[in-house]
């Protein structure tokens, strides 16, 4: 195991924690560490270069982001989920972001919302040529700013601490479904319901967007 390659190589000595939830978090999403698969001490220590107790704090943030789950005797894995759990956290996300965008929607003054979510939306368009983890990145970056734009602190608290959720379900049906999630101009029609000042359009177009995401994933994994 300590000859491949990709997310878990050798870290700087700095920041270890923080680098090594990062790459874990990385290999998870990106499908290097399968679901299901265990995740064993001694050998991911030995593939990330650091001590076995850094990895058993990175080990703790990604349960609580929801990316590795315990089993029998305190075991470790990688986070499988299922279609019901698919449907839940984009159940769920759609609640949160289509309270955030209805409230941007009704804001008397949203010119500069639209304008940095339309920015967000051209780094998700510029993302399109790049590596899959900067695509996923540039997507979750619009929505969270829907969220943040907001200033509601519990909607976005609410919203990050279905973050490594999120992450599985966007590489569930793998890389090419993934990817179909990622359209831009599906996320522009958001933007352009907000731009608009209508509360009811905005909201309605979050839930849409985000149930054909869950069908689109759903619909093809066996």
Request: glycine share 8%; hydrophobic share 45%; net charge negative.
């Amino acid at each position: 195991m300590a000859d491949q390659k990709g997310a878990l190589l050798g870290l700087q000595r700095t920041n270890l924690r923080e680098q090594a939830v990062a790459a874990l978090r990385t290999a998870i999403t990106s499908g290097e560490l399968r679901p299901r698969s265990a995740l064993v001490e001694t050998e991911l220590s030995e593939r990330l270069g650091i001590s076995r107790g850094t990895l058993r704090e990175a080990m703790r943030q990604l349960q609580q982001e929801g990316l590795v789950v315990s089993g029998a005797r305190g075991r470790l894995s990688v986070r499988s989920l299922d279609q019901k759990e698919i449907r839940d956290i984009f159940a769920v996300r759609g609640a949160l972001e289509s309270l955030a965008a209805s409230e941007l929607a009704a804001q008397p003054d949203r010119d500069a919302l639209v304008t940095e979510l339309r920015d967000t939306l051209a780094r998700m368009a510029n993302a399109g040529t790049e590596r899959l983890d900067d695509r996923i990145e540039a997507d979750l970056d619009f929505h969270r700013a829907l969220c943040r734009l907001t200033g509601n602190d519990t909607l976005v608290h609410s919203w990050t601490s279905l973050e490594g959720s999120i992450r599985m379900s966007i590489m569930y049906a793998g890389t090419e479904r993934a990817v179909g999630n990622m359209d831009v101009a599906r996320h522009s029609v958001i933007i352009d319901a907000i731009a608009a000042g209508d509360p009811g359009a905005a909201r309605d177009a979050v839930v849409a967007h985000l149930n054909w995401a869950a069908d689109n994933l759903i619909a093809t994994a066996v």
